[in-house]
Each structure stands twice: as C-alpha cells, then as structure tokens.
C-alpha cells in the first residue's frame, strides 16, 4: 500500500485549501483512514479520521472549520480546510489503519503554511 498526499501550500490567515490523500494497493475502504499534522517542535496530533464504525473524529481545535470527506471508487480522502489559522501550519500526513484501528501506513506529509 502507498499513500500519496498533496495539497499544501501557503495561504493567509481565514484562507482555504483541500488536501487530498490517493491511495494505491490493496486498501479496504472500510477501514479507518485520516489524517494527522506535525508543527515545528511538537508531537504529530490526530487532525481528523474516519473510524472503522464510519464515524468521523475531529480533533476540537479544527471543528467547525475542516472537513473530511472520502471517495471509495477512488480511495481517496479529502481534507476541506476553511478560516485557517497560523496554528494550523504543519505538515500533514495522511493514513490508513488496520483493522484494529491502528494506522498502519502514511503517506509522505504535505505542508501547510498559514502566514501573512
């Protein structure tokens, strides 16, 4: 399995950007997938998943303003980022997990700079 992240960039402060994560190989589409950020200095933070039940876990500094969103005949999954702040800049790795939840493999990160 490879997962292939993309979407990052630079945007100002209350901007938008849609992070998207494709995954190649055998990938079960019920199985949790998400995605994960690591700021300069700090331990990579769960960002938003689905779980295995089909829920959807966001961590609270995002709710309201990111969404995730996924697409089975593709496998892909998708990262809506609206009203972004400076604290959200990081990289962000997208995952998928096995079947007890654990995530398994990761793709490479993509950066998101938050700044004026």
């Known amino acids: 399995v490879q997962l292939q992240a993309s979407g990052g960039g630079l945007v100002q402060p209350g901007g938008s950007l849609r992070l998207s994560c494709a995954a190649y190989?055998?990938?079960?589409?019920?199985?949790?997938r998400g995605w994960y950020r690591q700021a300069p200095g700090k331990q990579r933070e769960l960002v938003a998943r689905?779980?295995?039940?089909?829920?959807?876990d966001y961590a609270d500094s995002v709710k309201g303003r990111f969404t995730l969103s996924r697409d089975n005949a593709k496998n892909m999954v998708y990262l809506q980022m609206n009203s972004l702040k400076p604290e959200d800049t990081a990289v962000y790795y997208c995952?998928?997990?096995?079947?007890?939840?654990?995530?398994?493999?990761w793709g490479q990160g993509t950066l998101v700079t938050v700044s004026s």
């Open positions: 190989g055998r990938v079960i589409s019920t199985y949790g």
């Open positions: 995952n998928k997990e096995d079947p007890f939840g654990l995530p398994d493999y």
């Open positions: 689905f779980t295995r039940l089909g829920d959807i």
